[in-house]
């Protein structure tokens, strides 16, 4: 039998994905890129934002069109699938999050075949990223309930992994040959505040996993900012094996509009907490989302915007346009903002930091980096290059480097930036 999956949305629910493979590669099923070929289709949907559910939408039905056995899992699944049963009589199985642990015996079910063993690991995964990099998602769920939020609604509240648990899978990611491990959460900055009494912090955890040599690189994403501890920002400026990446999801800056967020801190905690973070760090690179639109912004609110993103310059920075999702405190809020005006202020926003990036970018002509050759463009003979700068979500920019010989993916090499563009770095190799 053959199994194929797509997975949608973040990164958190690849992980879960990898393991959803990881239970029918262990039953004997070979898993396949076409879904021409498969028995059994998976999509793993999203349901965060409108947007996304569109995507998991239209995903589904494209898969329904092929001649297999068609399961859906996720998030959109976990929020929706009475909706779902209904309205999509393609799908063989919804499958929500909460019956992960009865995956293997529902498929089985479905199929009429012998009972599946096993269930729903982060311990076994089949890993879909480069050999060179993996995901390790160390909590589930989010307490922080930000009105416009439909996470808890969906995942649940924030439940740490055993730490343990989470050692051992980083020991078995490195001995399959990772070197850049990439922690990720819900809200990463409040790993172990659940384990009553026993002092466990994201510190702890980092301190086991750099004991781990095989790891060149260990990055956080996802850091909540009034969770970032002085202790956090001081580990991550002294250890060189811990990127100096600061994924801070900040959503505004006015103090006002925060609070009606229900996110903690305003802006002179923001601007303290980046001048600590730039004192301590002083390689710190810095990455922020945004929302604009949010029910009741004003235009003095964007104003005030502006000028913190131009105070602070960001190395990199995603703007979102406020999706009203039912379920949130914030969609029964007034004032909500109409789609035009939403644009108009995205785009405003991003014109600025367009400018930012291309500044900052010029400022990194002549700096060092050491990091990973991670794929080649045939099209412009570039080999492309993951260092501190970026993050392996393709968010971020990306790195050009011209070599005369053959470069492995994966080899780890030292790059001097020579030249720039507004989102883009280009440079050499220094050091093979």
């Not at 009741?296 to 703007?319: M, N, P, R, Y």
């Not at 367009?354 to 002509?365: E, G, T």
């Not at 501190?388 to 979500?393: G, I, L, Q, V």
Request: proline share 3%.
């Amino acid at each position: 039998m053959k199994v194929g999956l797509v997975s949608l949305g973040c990164a958190k629910n690849l992980v879960d994905s990898e393991a959803i493979l990881a239970l029918m590669k262990n039953n004997d099923f070979e898993i396949v890129s076409s879904p021409s070929e498969a028995d059994v289709i998976i999509v793993n949907t999203c349901g965060f934002i409108e947007s996304s559910k569109q995507e998991s939408i239209n995903t589904i039905l494209e898969m329904a069109s092929y001649n297999a056995l068609l399961v859906v899992t996720g998030c959109l699944v976990q929020r929706y699938k009475e909706e779902l049963e209904k309205e999509l009589p393609e799908v063989d199985l919804f499958v929500p999050i909460r019956d992960y642990d009865k995956l293997g015996e529902l498929i089985s079910e479905k199929m009429k075949i012998k009972k599946m063993v096993g269930c729903f690991d982060f311990s076994s995964r089949v890993l879909s990223t480069p050999f060179y990099t993996a995901y390790l998602k160390i909590s589930e769920g989010c307490n922080n309930r930000c009105t416009y939020c439909a996470i808890p609604l969906i995942r649940g509240s924030f439940v740490s992994y055993p730490l343990e648990n989470l050692v051992n899978q980083a020991k078995d990611l490195a001995s399959k040959g990772v070197k850049e491990l990439v922690v990720i959460s819900q809200d990463t900055t409040r790993y172990g505040s659940d384990f009553e009494g026993q002092n466990i912090t994201t510190v702890t955890l980092l301190k086991e996993l750099l004991k781990i040599k095989e790891f060149s690189y260990i990055r956080l994403l996802y850091l909540y900012p009034d969770e970032l501890s002085d202790e956090l920002i001081e580990l991550m400026g002294k250890e060189e094996r811990l990127t100096p990446y600061f994924d801070l999801p900040i959503q505004h800056s006015s103090s006002r509009l925060l609070q009606s967020m229900n996110r903690r801190g305003d802006r002179e905690f923001l601007l303290s907490l980046i001048k600590k973070i730039r004192d301590k760090v002083p390689n710190a690179i810095l990455r922020t989302t945004l929302i604009v639109g949010f029910p009741g912004e004003t235009e003095e609110d964007i104003e005030d915007l502006k000028s913190f993103i131009q105070e602070v310059k960001f190395d990199h920075l995603g703007c979102f346009t406020y999706s009203l999702e039912e379920g949130t405190a914030s969609a029964t809020f007034e004032n909500q903002i109409d789609e035009e005006t939403k644009q108009q202020r995205y785009e405003s926003i991003m014109e600025i930091q367009a400018q930012i990036s291309l500044n900052n970018n010029k400022k990194r002509v002549g700096q060092t980096f050491k990091g990973i050759i991670i794929d080649y463009d045939e099209e412009h003979d570039d080999y492309l290059f993951r260092c501190a700068w970026n993050a392996p979500d393709d968010i971020d920019g990306n790195i050009y480097i011209k070599s005369e010989e053959p470069l492995e993916e994966g080899k780890e090499i030292s790059v001097v930036i020579e030249d720039y563009d507004t989102y883009n770095l280009y440079g050499r190799i220094i050091e093979k």
